[in-house]
């Protein structure tokens, strides 16, 4: 299969395409950050010839980031980057894969099923729901679309601006980081190695154009629980300075995972401590090089 995985040099994409590669297919990486340096807002976009699949994890995540300033940016690399990627699939109709987010629910009372409303509470989240909505409109048109919303994603290479890397470099270095509110706020943590597998899973998989499926941990986390978690691991505690809780920074995150298991066979296998446990390494590793 011929696989074109954007925003290889990413966090999800780069595992992403190193699980793909393994399986022996021919992967085409496009990023900005590449070497192909390859815009997807702007740029040309002859990569894209020949895919049989589109893995589109482009994009400027991050809900803090998006306010002020950062919201234009999340716009450009979150819409005007899909809007343009979809337009350019319209006659190929490869298999097309979004990478979208549970923060286009809101904050959650109970595990959220991909019909829900949706409740966008920041920029990103609601750049993430239009890129949503163009997907959709694409699928009405025949591209066989998937929009998978990925759960708080973590695990070896984790973006430094994540909650666990800097509580795990905060314990390494014993110098605090910023504890955004009062850590009551939970999450289903997701180990990056099962992302990829249900990502690997939607793309070789024949589902309705229009699927929405929830990638995420059954199991809901608060960050004062995770923190202890990653003390017990460490044998040290992680260092935190109280930080007012940012603006669209939900509750509580919450992934109903019954859809992706009935269609993709997918469920998340790895547990807390030991993604943490594979994470902490990665971190030590980084230090040793
Ligand atoms: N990490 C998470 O917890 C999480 C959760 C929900 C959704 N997502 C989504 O999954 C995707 C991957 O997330 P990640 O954590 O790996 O992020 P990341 O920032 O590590 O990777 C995104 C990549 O996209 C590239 N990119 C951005 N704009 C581009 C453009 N205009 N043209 C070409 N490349 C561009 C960046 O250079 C970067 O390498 C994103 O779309 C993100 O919104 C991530």
Redesign the pocket.
């Given at each position: 299969m011929r696989v074109v995985v954007?925003?290889?040099?990413?966090?999800?994409?780069?595992h992403l395409v190193h699980a793909l590669t393994g399986q022996g297919h021919d992967v085409v990486p496009?990023?900005?950050?590449?070497p192909d340096r390859?815009?997807?807002?702007?740029?040309d976009l002859t990569a894209l010839a020949g895919a049989d699949v589109v893995l589109?994890?482009?994009?400027?995540?991050?809900v803090r980031a998006s306010w002020g300033d950062g919201a234009a940016a999340a716009w450009?690399?979150?819409v005007?980057?899909t809007e343009r990627l979809l337009a350019a699939c319209a006659a190929t109709r490869p298999r097309f894969v979004l990478?979208?987010?549970?923060?286009v629910y809101g904050s959650a009372d109970r595990p959220c099923a991909e019909d829900d409303p949706i409740d966008p509470r920041s920029p990103?989240a609601a750049s993430?729901a239009e890129a949503e909505r163009l997907a959709h409109k694409a699928a009405a048109n025949g591209l066989p679309v998937v929009i998978l919303?990925?759960?708080?994603?973590?695990g070896p290479?984790?973006?430094p601006d994540?909650a666990f890397h800097r509580f795990i470099e905060a314990a390494l270095d014993g110098s605090p980081a910023p504890l955004y509110g009062d850590g009551a706020q939970s999450r289903s943590f997701?180990y990056?190695g099962d992302?990829v597998d249900a990502t690997v899973r939607a793309a070789g998989t024949p589902l309705p154009p229009g699927t929405v499926l929830n990638i995420g941990h059954p199991t809901t986390t608060s960050l004062r629980d995770a923190l202890d978690r990653i003390a017990d691991l460490l044998g040290t505690p992680a260092p935190t300075v109280a930080k007012d809780v940012a603006p669209g920074d939900v509750a509580r995150t919450w992934a109903g995972t019954t859809r992706a298991a009935e269609l993709l066979g997918w469920t998340a296998t790895t547990g807390l401590d030991d993604g943490l446990a594979a994470q902490i390494d990665w971190h030590r590793g980084r230090r040793r090089a």
């Amino acid at each position: 299969m011929r696989v074109v995985v954007t925003g290889a040099s990413g966090f999800i994409g780069g595992h992403l395409v190193h699980a793909l590669t393994g399986q022996g297919h021919d992967v085409v990486p496009v990023d900005v950050n590449g070497p192909d340096r390859c815009d997807l807002a702007t740029g040309d976009l002859t990569a894209l010839a020949g895919a049989d699949v589109v893995l589109h994890l482009a994009g400027r995540p991050g809900v803090r980031a998006s306010w002020g300033d950062g919201a234009a940016a999340a716009w450009r690399d979150n819409v005007t980057a899909t809007e343009r990627l979809l337009a350019a699939c319209a006659a190929t109709r490869p298999r097309f894969v979004l990478a979208s987010s549970s923060s286009v629910y809101g904050s959650a009372d109970r595990p959220c099923a991909e019909d829900d409303p949706i409740d966008p509470r920041s920029p990103y989240a609601a750049s993430k729901a239009e890129a949503e909505r163009l997907a959709h409109k694409a699928a009405a048109n025949g591209l066989p679309v998937v929009i998978l919303r990925y759960f708080s994603v973590y695990g070896p290479g984790q973006r430094p601006d994540m909650a666990f890397h800097r509580f795990i470099e905060a314990a390494l270095d014993g110098s605090p980081a910023p504890l955004y509110g009062d850590g009551a706020q939970s999450r289903s943590f997701t180990y990056v190695g099962d992302v990829v597998d249900a990502t690997v899973r939607a793309a070789g998989t024949p589902l309705p154009p229009g699927t929405v499926l929830n990638i995420g941990h059954p199991t809901t986390t608060s960050l004062r629980d995770a923190l202890d978690r990653i003390a017990d691991l460490l044998g040290t505690p992680a260092p935190t300075v109280a930080k007012d809780v940012a603006p669209g920074d939900v509750a509580r995150t919450w992934a109903g995972t019954t859809r992706a298991a009935e269609l993709l066979g997918w469920t998340a296998t790895t547990g807390l401590d030991d993604g943490l446990a594979a994470q902490i390494d990665w971190h030590r590793g980084r230090r040793r090089a």
